[in-house]
């Protein structure tokens, strides 16, 4: 499509509104309509961006001819249902991650996009991360040398939060293995590719929800070690070592502003700062992709997001990790 791309918003929480502001720092695009269930929150969102339409349902925002593409901001529980039904009405959609909740749900978005003929990608805003873009380049140029080692995790404090809401919560996919362990999986599969083998074991909180989760990702000439959780803070300093030097990517690594490359007892430090939040990069992603008439993205593609939920399926399963709606 050569026409700006116009933007809708389902679910104007948190995450909503960095992409609302990354939006605005690049061209090619616009917020033009915003979707909540409750109709005064996108009546706020929509003012605060300057789009010019809300709706008080997102069945109204999918029937609008006010948008090219919808961007799904709703917790991961509903990514698959309101994706789904967007593009069931011809809507573009950029769902954030993770796509879905199991490989199943994946398989039924992959399957509605290529029956509407509409674009559709995983919004996994590392993938697109100049400092992460950089380290995939130096490592396929070979400049550490053969990967033999992997190292990532992600945590933080979240046992003070309300127990029925969407970390502690079973019921709402809780725990941290979608919403942050997420993260060094995607790394390894990135730097290493699938693994030949998975280990696993979890913690499990009162409420139900799996809330520390170590992980073994094993290579035929490679080992990943990955951990998330909500148990307690964590350096979130990524580290991909080879034969003849290591990477390490800046705290916080998924959205990481630089990195280092030891070689030799050398170190060399190079700053890569974002543009904005970084949500900018797979938004300018998406635009090229539309303006180039492509229904998936090359860089982060329908199979790249239907290998991670498989690598997710497989770390629950190790831990017996099911969902009450999956039963």
């Not at 001819?65 to 593009?87: F, G, K, N, Q």
């Not at 199943?104 to 996994?124: D, H």
């Not at 390894?188 to 696993?200: D, E, T």
């Not at 890569?272 to 998406?286: D, F």
Request: proline share 4%.
């Amino acid at each position: 499509m050569s026409q700006p791309v116009r933007w809708g918003i389902v679910g104007p929480g948190r995450i909503a509104h960095s992409f609302a502001k990354d939006l605005k720092l690049i061209p090619g695009g616009a917020l033009t309509a915003v979707g909540s269930r409750n109709r005064a929150n996108a009546e706020a969102f929509a003012k605060e961006y300057g789009a010019e339409h809300s709706f008080g349902s997102y069945d109204a925002l999918f029937r609008s001819d006010t948008v090219d593409a919808i961007y799904i901001a709703t917790p991961h529980t509903s990514h698959a249902e309101l994706s789904i039904r967007a593009m069931n009405h011809g809507k573009h959609v950029l769902c954030e991650k993770p796509m879905g909740i199991n490989r199943t749900e994946v398989e039924q978005m992959l399957e509605t996009a290529a029956r509407n003929k509409v674009f559709l990608m995983e919004a996994l805003w590392s993938r697109f991360n100049p400092t992460i873009k950089k380290a995939k380049q130096l490592i396929t140029e070979g400049a550490i040398g053969k990967i033999r080692y992997l190292y990532a995790d992600f945590a933080f404090y979240a046992l003070d939060r309300d127990e029925g809401g969407r970390l502690l919560n079973p019921d709402l996919g809780g725990g941290s293995i979608l919403d942050i362990g997420i993260y060094p999986i995607f790394l390894s599969y990135l730097i290493l590719g699938m693994p030949k083998k998975i280990q696993a074991s979890s913690k499990i909180y009162k409420t139900g929800a799996e809330v520390q989760t170590a992980m073994l990702f094993d290579y035929q000439e490679a080992q990943a070690l990955l951990y998330s959780g909500l148990t307690s803070k964590s350096s979130m300093k990524a580290e991909i070592s080879g034969s003849e030097g290591s990477i390490f990517i800046h705290p916080r690594w998924h959205e990481s502003q630089g990195y280092s490359i030891e070689k030799e007892g050398d170190i060399a430090s190079f700053e890569l700062p974002t543009n904005g939040k970084g949500y900018s990069y797979e938004i300018e992603e998406v635009h090229d992709c539309l303006k180039k008439g492509e229904l998936q993205s090359d860089f982060w593609s329908h199979q790249n997001s239907l290998d991670l939920v498989k690598l997710m399926d497989a770390v629950r399963a190790k831990s017996d990790i099911t969902f009450p709606f999956e039963k």
